[in-house]
C-alpha cells in the first residue's frame, strides 16, 4: 500500500495482526511528566495556548510508550472562545464560559472566519509536532462535535443532561440551530488549518451524541458530522476522518455511511462482538476498552483487552479506550495494555 502508519493504514480499511493503538487523554494529569509540565505554564488554558509547552506534554505519552499516534493537545472549548464566548476553569469543577441563550448573546459571537487569531498558537502547536514525531507516529487533530460544544455554549459549563441546550432547542430552535451553524462553520475552519499545519488525521469528538434522540440525533449529530467531513475531504483529497459519537448505542450502526466518516470510535458502553457484526462491516473501528481498567489494571484488563482484539480482528480496528483515560490511572496498567495489545490475542 505504500503506507508505513499503521493508524493510516487501519484508516484506510486495512487489517492487521496486531492493532495500532493509542489513548484517548494520553497527554495528561495521570503522568507526572505532564503535571510538571502544566505547573511550568501555571494553568491550563495558559499549556493550551504555549506551542512549546503544549507539544511537550503531546510528545511525552510517546516518549514513554511508544503509541502509534499522538493527539494534538487542545481543548474543545478553544472554539467557542475563539468565537467570542468567555472561557475560564474553576480548579476542580472545570470549565466555565459565558452563556449563549438569548439572540442578543448571540450577535457578540464573532464570524466563524475569525477564529484564527485565537487559534493561531495550536497551529504553531501541530507544526512543531509534525516535525518532532517519531516517523512512524500518525498526528492526530482534533475538535469538538457542534452539538457537543453548544451544550457547554448554552449551559456555562457541563451539565449531566445538556438540559439547557435541550431546552434551547425546543423553545428557539431558530437561534439553536444559529448557533450549531457557527460553531460547524468554525469547526470546518479550526480542523483544515490543523489538516495544513501537518495533522494527518482529524478527530470529531461528540461526547454528549448519545443524549440526541430519535431525528433530533439526525439533525444535530450526524448531519454536523457529515457537512464537516464532507468539508474537509474537499478541502484536503484523502484526508481521513475518525468520527466519535459517544454513547449513541444503536445509533453507532450507519454512522459509518451517514457521515462520510473514515472510522467510528466507540464508548464501552457498547459490546465489541456487538460492534464488529454492526458497525465494523462499514469500516474501521476504534476503541473500545473501559477506561477504569487503567485504574484497576490486574488480570481483568488483560482479559478485557484481549477480548476487544480478538472481536475486531477481522476488520479495520484501532485499539484504544471507550473514553479518556482518567487522573487517577496507574501509568503501569497503560504499559499493561500497550503490552498485551501488541503480545497478540492470543498471548
Excluded at 480499511?13 to 495500532?20: K, L
Excluded at 510508550?65 to 476542580?92: C, K, N, R, S
Excluded at 514525531?133 to 449551559?155: D, H, N, R
Excluded at 483544515?192 to 449529530?221: N, T
Amino acid at each position: 500500500m505504500g503506507q508505513k502508519k499503521t493508524i493510516l493504514r487501519a484508516l484506510a480499511g486495512e487489517t492487521q495482526a496486531v492493532p495500532p493503538i493509542w489513548m484517548m487523554r494520553q497527554a495528561g494529569r495521570y503522568l507526572p511528566e505532564y503535571r510538571a509540565t502544566r505547573a511550568q505554564a501555571g494553568d491550563f488554558l495558559s499549556l493550551c495556548y504555549n506551542p512549546e509547552l503544549a507539544a511537550e506534554v503531546t510528545l511525552q505519552p510517546i516518549r514513554r510508550y511508544g503509541f502509534d499516534a499522538a493527539i494534538l493537545f487542545a481543548d474543545i472549548l478553544l472554539v467557542p472562545q475563539a468565537l467570542g464566548a468567555e472561557l475560564w476553569f474553576v480548579t476542580g469543577e472545570g470549565p466555565r464560559l459565558s452563556t449563549i441563550t438569548t439572540e442578543a448573546d448571540f450577535a457578540k459571537l464573532g464570524p466563524a472566519s475569525d477564529v484564527h487569531e485565537t487559534l493561531n498558537p495550536i497551529y504553531e502547536t501541530v507544526r512543531i509536532l509534525s516535525r518532532a514525531l517519531p516517523s512512524e507516529t500518525t498526528l492526530i487533530g482534533f475538535a469538538g462535535a457542534p452539538w457537543t460544544v453548544a451544550t457547554y455554549m448554552i449551559a456555562g459549563r457541563g451539565t449531566p443532561d445538556q438540559g439547557p441546550a435541550h431546552a434551547l432547542m425546543q423553545e428557539n430552535t431558530a437561534l439553536f440551530e444559529a448557533l450549531l451553524a457557527r460553531i460547524t462553520e468554525a469547526t470546518i475552519g479550526y480542523l483544515s488549518a490543523q489538516i495544513e499545519a501537518g495533522a494527518e488525521v482529524v478527530k470529531i469528538f461528540d461526547s454528549w451524541a448519545g443524549s440526541l434522540k430519535g431525528d433530533a440525533f439526525e439533525k444535530y449529530a450526524l448531519e454536523p458530522a457529515r457537512e464537516i467531513t464532507a468539508a474537509l475531504k474537499a478541502r484536503h483529497p484523502g484526508i481521513p476522518v475518525i468520527g466519535f459519537p459517544r454513547e449513541a448505542g444503536e445509533k453507532y450502526v450507519g454512522f459509518h455511511k451517514a457521515t462520510g466518516v473514515d472510522c467510528v470510535a466507540l464508548d464501552n458502553s457498547v459490546d465489541p462482538e456487538w460492534a464488529a457484526a454492526q458497525v465494523q462491516v462499514d469500516g474501521c473501528v476504534q476503541g473500545n476498552l473501559a477506561s477504569r481498567h487503567m485504574v484497576t489494571g490486574g488480570e481483568e484488563l488483560v482479559a478485557d483487552t484481549r477480548r476487544i482484539v480478538q472481536a475486531f480482528s477481522k476488520g479495520p480496528h484501532i485499539f484504544n479506550l471507550g473514553h479518556g483515560i482518567t487522573p487517577d490511572a496507574n501509568p503501569d496498567n497503560v504499559q499493561l495494555m500497550i503490552d498485551t495489545v501488541r503480545a497478540g490475542a492470543t498471548g
